[in-house]
């Protein structure tokens, strides 16, 4: 699972964000990281296979213009640096992050389909490459593509289309629909963060300084929050300074679990971290995963996460740090696991 940042306000977002993410990416990121801020009319965007010390030591994405910006950092499932976020629309006016997999909507995502409309529309794509790579789908002729790419695409197609830049996000995750979460820059909007959630997880918070999007509340700054929220599931969001606006996904891609089971879930994780070991959100999410009725899609991490919050705020969870190995030979990545 990928773990991504937002930040919109009155404070330079690229500091921001980096403070965001070095909270929360040993959680599941850390192999691929990108970030991306608007400024004076123009996108910035740096990214590099690696974890964020390597992103602030390899190119001078701490010093990136703008009060607005987004930060990925990614699991380790494969690719190139063109296989990290943030993707660029081809005119580079619009970048694009993104957490999750088809999942649930494996069978009936038509990866190919989409490709080949947006071939057709004249779109390239930078991830693309002439062989499979690690589990990601195959176009008909072997080749493969990064999904979120393709949904970078898809966005900026429609948004031409529809003059929109949320509106068009709303219809290319209606169509294109995978259990997953995003957000995305454009200079058509300069002054907002497109959000789009099925299911995945994604809060929402706000302070005097700014708006801020995390895949937990956990990478927050301190606990001053006007307000805090997980993004609705199967909605479409547009995030200025000053508030934000959100429509439903129509048709509905999915059907995410409502209401969540908050109640089950704390019971699990705390069952599992009664042993005194660390345990990471994969192990976490295995003793949990039976608290979520058949039928549903699983909303499973925001609820761990939201479990583990609100142990840190009681002073009952201890945040065990370690390091893996990284994408490429010779790096390493953070990994988080809670005990």
């Not at 994405?61 to 081809?90: M, V």
């Not at 995003?182 to 200079?187: D, F, R």
């Not at 002054?191 to 927050?220: C, D, H, N």
């Not at 509905?252 to 089950?264: Q, T, V």
Request: aromatic share 6%.
């Amino acid at each position: 699972m990928c773990n991504i940042a937002g930040y919109l306000g009155s404070e330079r977002a690229a500091p921001v964000l980096i403070e965001m993410m070095a909270r929360q990416e040993g959680w599941g990121g850390g192999h691929y990281t990108g970030l991306a801020t608007i400024d004076a009319g123009r996108l910035h965007w740096r990214k590099v296979v690696g974890d964020l010390d390597r992103l602030l030591t390899q190119t001078d994405a701490a010093d990136l213009p703008g009060t607005i910006g987004i930060l990925h950092s990614r699991s380790p499932s494969g690719g190139d640096r063109e296989w990290g976020h943030p993707f660029l629309s081809p005119d580079e006016s619009l970048a694009y992050i993104a957490n999750g997999h088809r999942g649930a909507f494996a069978a009936t995502t038509d990866v190919d389909a989409v490709a080949a409309r947006l071939r057709a529309a004249g779109y390239a794509f930078r991830s693309h490459v002439p062989q499979q790579v690690g589990t990601y789908p195959t176009l008909a002729d072997g080749s493969c593509v990064h999904f979120s790419d393709l949904m970078c695409g898809l966005i900026h197609h429609e948004a031409s289309r529809c003059g929109s830049l949320w509106e068009g996000m709303a219809r290319a995750y209606a169509a294109f629909p995978g259990e997953i979460v995003g957000l995305a820059l454009g200079l058509s909007d300069p002054e907002a963060i497109q959000v789009a959630r099925i299911s995945m997880p994604m809060m929402l918070g706000r302070t005097a300084t700014g708006t801020y999007l995390a895949t937990t509340a956990m990478a927050f700054p301190g606990s001053t929050a006007d307000w805090l929220m997980a993004v609705p599931a199967n909605a479409a969001l547009r995030v200025t300074r000053d508030g934000f606006t959100a429509r439903p996904l129509e048709p509905r891609p999915g059907l995410p679990a409502d209401p969540l089971p908050w109640g089950a879930v704390e019971s699990a994780v705390l069952a599992q971290l009664a042993d005194g070991k660390a345990h990471g959100m994969g192990a976490l999410g295995k003793a949990s995963a039976a608290c979520w009725p058949e039928g549903c899609i699983p909303q499973s991490a925001l609820a761990i996460y939201e479990v583990l919050r609100g142990l840190q705020r009681a002073g009952r969870l201890e945040v065990v740090r370690q390091t893996v190995a990284g994408a490429e030979p010779g790096l390493t990545a953070p990994r988080f696991s809670a005990r």
